[in-house]
Nanobody
Framework: QVQLVESGGGLVQPGGSLRLSCAAS????????MGWYRQAPGKQRELVGT???????NYADSVKGRFTISRDNVKNTVDLQMNSLKPEDTAVYYC?????????????WGQGTQVTVSA
């Protein structure tokens, strides 16, 4: 089973930046598409974006042009660079690997990292 540890969250003012990091283990990291997700209070978890094993990225419309996902297949980490942050980006952010052949995340999730965007 995959183990995931997210870090880098915090409190930031609107317009600011944060960089989140996720360390994954228990899988052959380089083979998996990795995804960043977020869950705001009272809302369902939503997909922020993904990065394929080959480095191809896709983003939700709400973050396109502001967020960038990158990965390091040696360190088994995936990062989320968030710029021009808005209050509506406030959420707990999670990463996960997509199951090979299924394209859905593993059942297990890490503890997430809280991002709060507020003046």
């Amino acid at each position: 089973q995959v183990q995931l540890v997210e870090s880098g969250g915090g409190l930031v003012q609107p317009g600011g930046s944060l960089r989140l990091s996720c360390a994954a283990s228990g899988i052959i990291f380089s083979m998996h598409t990795m995804g960043w997700y977020r869950q705001a209070p009272g809302k369902q978890r939503e997909l922020v974006g993904t990065i394929s094993s080959g480095g191809i990225t896709n983003y939700a419309d709400s973050v396109k042009g502001r967020f960038t996902i990158s990965r390091d297949n040696v360190k088994n980490t995936v990062d989320l660079q968030m710029n021009s942050l808005k209050p509506e980006d406030t959420a707990v952010y999670y990463c996960n690997a997509l199951r090979l052949g299924f394209g859905v995340p593993f059942n297990g999730w890490g503890q997430g990292t809280q991002v709060t965007v507020s003046a």
